[in-house]
């Protein structure tokens, strides 16, 4: 059974910082993996998604990279800023699971001025 | 913009009430669609996978009978909460995506409030 751990839980950083968030996961057969942050009270917004076969991607200060054979993808935000609090969660697809996602137990960031 | 909707966001009602929450892909057909429950400060939990035409699939430990989904149309999913209860107040989230490779795009989420 595929499990998706994330370290740390949480993470409180001044503005302006790089950072970078862990996501591990057990069975490396995966078929692809997807960053989200989620705010209060809210769903899911899509950041990133990696497939399999890719090693890493970016959008804008986000760039995510994946080592499949490690079990291990990180998500590197650079120049954080306030507006980048919430909780990000990664979450892994494998072949065979109808499409399911298992996912991470997330991370909290907190931007501070 | 969204591209799946979910509707309601937010419900109160008295314990004993059936609720019925809505899930839409907005521009793409979505033959697989996916209920998620997501208790305070947890990740998601996969509830049951909704399959147009078909008996949805249920993840173990979650009621058929309490969660009833339908998903009649290759662009609506419903879960209705049937005689909810306290213990039955949660936030409930959909998703659904074009393709497999395609990335997961997920509903605002309907807070559940039991009294």
């Known amino acids: 059974k595929q499990e998706v751990t994330q370290i740390p839980a949480a993470l409180s950083v001044p503005e302006g910082e790089n950072l970078v968030l862990n996501c591990s996961f057990t069975d490396s057969a995966i078929y692809n993996l997807q960053w989200f942050r989620q705010d209060p009270g809210k769903g899911l917004t899509s950041l990133l998604l990696i497939q399999s076969s890719q090693r890493e991607q970016t959008s804008g200060r986000l760039n995510a990279s994946l080592d499949k054979s490690s079990g291990r993808s990180t998500l590197y935000i650079a120049a954080s800023q306030p507006g980048d609090s919430a909780t990000y969660l990664c979450?892994?697809?494998?072949?065979?699971?109808?499409?399911?996602?298992?996912f991470g137990t997330g991370t909290r960031l907190q931007v501070t001025l | 913009g969204a591209v799946v909707s979910q509707h309601p966001s937010w419900v109160i009602c008295k314990s004993g009430t059936s609720v019925k929450i809505e899930c839409r892909s907005l521009d793409f057909q979505a033959t697989t669609m996916f209920w998620y429950r997501q208790f305070p400060k947890q990740s998601l939990m996969l509830m049951a996978t909704?399959?147009?035409?078909?008996?949805?699939?249920?993840e173990q430990g979650v009621e058929k009978d309490k969660f009833l989904i339908n998903h009649a149309s290759l662009t609506l999913s419903t879960l209705t909460v049937t005689s909810a209860h306290p213990e039955d107040s949660s936030f409930y989230i959909c998703?659904?995506?074009?393709?497999?490779?395609?990335?997961?795009?997920f509903g605002d989420g309907t807070r559940l409030s039991i009294l």
């Open positions: 979450a892994v697809r494998s072949p065979g699971t109808a499409s399911k996602l298992t």
């Open positions: 998703s659904a995506s074009r393709a497999q490779n395609q990335p997961q795009h």
């Open positions: 909704s399959n147009e035409g078909s008996k949805a699939t249920y």
